[in-house]
């Protein structure tokens, strides 16, 4: 089981920033992918940003140019940098990680439909 502690969301205006800490325990040591998910009021569960272990990464298309996913493997943590934050980003997110044979595509697409582990997630709330 991979215990997953979400941290860094809060409120901001358009156009700030936040930097998001999704920090892992118990996490596979071969062939897996982590990433960042949101899910706001009323909606579906979406992908923002993936990461994989052959460090291919992959964007949801309305983050792209915006975002920034990165690891520290020394410290099992995956951060997500959002800039430019608009008030449609305002969602609780999510992260998740798995042992998989999926690359950082597949596992965007897919892993918003899959049970799994999930962390509490972390607020984020854009205002105009």
């Known amino acids: 089981q991979v215990l997953l502690l979400e941290s860094g969301g809060g409120s901001v205006q358009t156009g700030g920033s936040l930097r998001l800490s999704c920090k892992f325990a118990?996490?596979?040591?071969?062939?897996?992918?982590t990433g960042w998910f949101r899910q706001a009021p009323g909606k579906e569960r979406e992908g923002v940003a993936a990461?994989?272990?052959?460090?291919?990464?992959r964007y949801a298309d309305s983050v792209k140019d915006r975002f920034t996913i990165s690891r520290d493997s020394a410290t099992n943590t995956v951060y997500l940098q959002m800039n430019n934050l608009k008030p449609e980003d305002t969602a609780m997110y999510l992260c998740a990680a798995d042992r998989t044979t999926m690359g950082a595509v597949e596992y965007l697409r897919l892993r918003p439909s899959i049970e799994g582990d999930w962390g509490r997630g972390t607020q984020v709330t854009v205002s105009s």
């Open positions: 118990g996490f596979p040591k071969d062939s897996w992918s």
């Open positions: 990461i994989d272990s052959d460090g291919r990464i």
